[in-house]
């Protein structure tokens, strides 16, 4: 037997043995540290962080009549994104006959250039809740990129390119509610939409002017970390598509969708999409005056699955009174296009958006 080829042998599996070993103890670090930093969130005593800071509104026009509807188009600028972004406000009064109760604002999903009521389930939600005393805004981004994508080359993160809804729901919050003892500020999201929601109450401070926050199939941005590198198999049913959700996280750092961070799974870009997500990090969540209610699809197969928890915990385990959740039969992804789906939004709203 040849020694030499021996003794190599024996030195290139002890090599191989050597990179399993610090994988498998790199791995458990991650691990080990993510469970210590989602441990935080039980501490009472750890300090919230400061709200993210708000951007500017500039009308472009309106109120103009569309449709029977009152329209708004506006334009959105935030100091730590390169590009603005444009949106339309589509505005219906509550019936005259009726008390006031208060104004909600509606996100649809994605990069929220479709709108919420885009299906009749959800049209007739909004006229029965026009029927009951709410003044409807449904918010629809015009710009091609919507509010969830970077410019190009630009690392963002969709915690900071939400100051767009967030500034934008400000500004409905400002001009088109009217506060008294017996009016409510609420809102709802379907998917993307409820990651919009999301991160106003938790990173921009909004928690203090809504009532009720209704998220629907999310919020899909909860922890992007888990979503994207896939090295922990319990968090499985978080896991972006490629070729899907994740092409989306792509584009909130500045890429082509699927030709980014969350695609290639770059762990590079692990500290950006935990700063990136609404569920990590000591942000405000605990709202002892909101209801947030999760609503989920029990046919849905997105990552909404896994990702909604992640925020709901860290809400539950803050002391947040109000967090509810449903599953919602005979309905997929989009909540709010079946009848189950719509009806429960609906009456959560009738019951929930008012003042506490």
Known sequence: MNWKIFLNLIAVCGLCLLMSTT???QQNIVENKDKKTDSRATTSKVAVQQARPLGQVTVISGPTACSGETCYELDVACSELQESSRFMLRVVNASATVPAR?????FGGGRGTTPWDGAAE??????????????????????????????????????RLACRPATAARWVYDNLF??????AYCTTGQSGGSTQVGYMIAQYGLADIISAAILTGGPPHSRLDLGC??????????????GGSAGLIDEGFGYTADLGPCTS???????????????????????????VWFLLGAQDNTA?????????????????????????????????G???????????????????
């Open 23 to 25: 994988l498998t103890a």
């Open 122 to 159: 959800a049209r007739r939600v909004l006229s029965e809740l026009r029927a009951a005393g709410f003044r409807t805004v449904v918010l629809q981004w015009t710009s091609a990129f919507g509010w969830s994508k970077s410019a190009t080359g630009w690392h963002v993160g969709h915690g």
């Open 304 to 336: 909404s699955v896994g990702q909604y928890a992640f925020f709901q915990q860290r809400l539950l385990a803050a002391g947040s009174p109000f967090v509810r959740f449903n599953t919602i039969p005979n309905t997929g992804h989009g909540v709010q």
């Open 229 to 242: 590198l896939k090295y922990d198999p319990a968090n499985q049913s978080a896991w972006f598509d490629e």
């Open 102 to 106: 208060g104004t909600i604002l509606f």
């Open 338 to 356: 079946t009848p189950e789906g719509a009806n429960m939004i609906r009456d959560i709203m009738l019951n929930e958006c008012r003042l506490r």
């Open 265 to 291: 799974s770059n762990w590079s870009f692990r500290k950006r999409f935990q700063e990136a997500s609404i569920a990590y990090g000591d942000w405000q969540y605990n709202y002892p005056r909101t209801m």
């Open 178 to 183: 009217t506060p008294s003892a017996t009016t």
